[in-house]
T-cell receptor, first 115, second 110 residues
Framework: GAGVSQSPSNKVTEKGKDVELRCDPI?????LYWYRQRLGQGLEFLIY????????KSGLPSDRFSAERTGESVSTLTIQRTQQEDSAVYLC?????????????FGPGTRLTVL | QKEVEQDPGPLSVPEGAIVSLNCTYS??????FMWYRQYSRKGPELLMY????GNKEDGRFTAQVDKSSKYISLFIRDSQPSDSATYLC??????????FGTGTSLTVIP
């Protein structure tokens, strides 16, 4: 289908390693969002892209987290020196963007486990 | 204080019951109010969307927004086992930053 895709679906890593999570938004969607969902918790906003720029990075929990987006398409979320508290499902969503409200479409998420 | 508060449940009801899910919020600037359904190990999917105050009905689902009380609700009539999921409320000011509740886990027992 033409929905939001994320890879990998599952990632197990050792504490201290870096990980890279990928999001492919719906074609034509200019807005892209990353969220973190810890077990039994709601969605925690991390970062929002409009095009390739990130007007709102306020949700990134520490400087170990960074994200980029290229070509108004694919985005990667990088977590450096992973810690056990980084274990969560990382969800990506995209929308048409712009100044009016548009529905967000979510990907299935990447389940990250830090041992 | 969190921007959006939602009782995590879990909530368990018999098939056919009416379910009421609620969220409260603190920021009066919120204009857009949404309910998402999330099945286990899936991403959330939009169920209902309301702008400003009022009611909106879609089949067995009704969303209500009371901005004066900063309170939103989702009602599910004639609940089915397939409605078993986590329900998340979400809201935004201008439409491009979204604040989510923690989600309420619902189980509908056949």
């Amino acid at each position: 289908g033409a929905g939001v895709s994320q890879s990998p679906s599952n990632k197990v890593t050792e504490k201290g390693k870096d990980v890279e999570l990928r999001c492919d938004p719906i074609s034509g969607h200019t807005a892209l969002y990353w969220y973190r969902q810890r077990l039994g918790q709601g969605l925690e906003f991390l970062i929002y892209f409009q095009g390739n720029s990130a007007p709102d990075k306020s949700g990134l929990p520490s400087d170990r987290f960074s994200a980029e987006r290229t070509g108004e398409s694919v985005s990667t979320l990088t977590i450096q020196r992973t810690q056990q508290e980084d274990s969560a499902v990382y969800l990506c969503a995209s929308s048409l963007g712009g100044t009016t409200h548009n529905e967000q479409f979510f990907g299935p998420g990447t389940r990250l486990t830090v041992l | 204080q969190k921007e959006v508060e939602q009782d995590p449940g879990p909530l368990s009801v018999p098939e056919g019951a009416i379910v009421s899910l609620n969220c409260t919020y603190s920021n009066s600037a919120f204009q857009y109010f949404m309910w998402y359904r999330q099945y286990s190990r899936k991403g959330p999917e939009l169920l209902m969307y309301t702008y400003s105050s009022g009611n909106k009905e879609d089949g067995r689902f009704t969303a209500q927004v009371d901005k004066s009380s900063k309170y939103i609700s989702l009602f599910i009539r004639d609940s089915q086992p397939s409605d078993s999921a986590t329900y998340l409320c979400a809201m935004s000011k201008m439409g491009n930053q979204f604040y989510f509740g923690t989600g309420t886990s619902l189980t509908v027992i056949p």
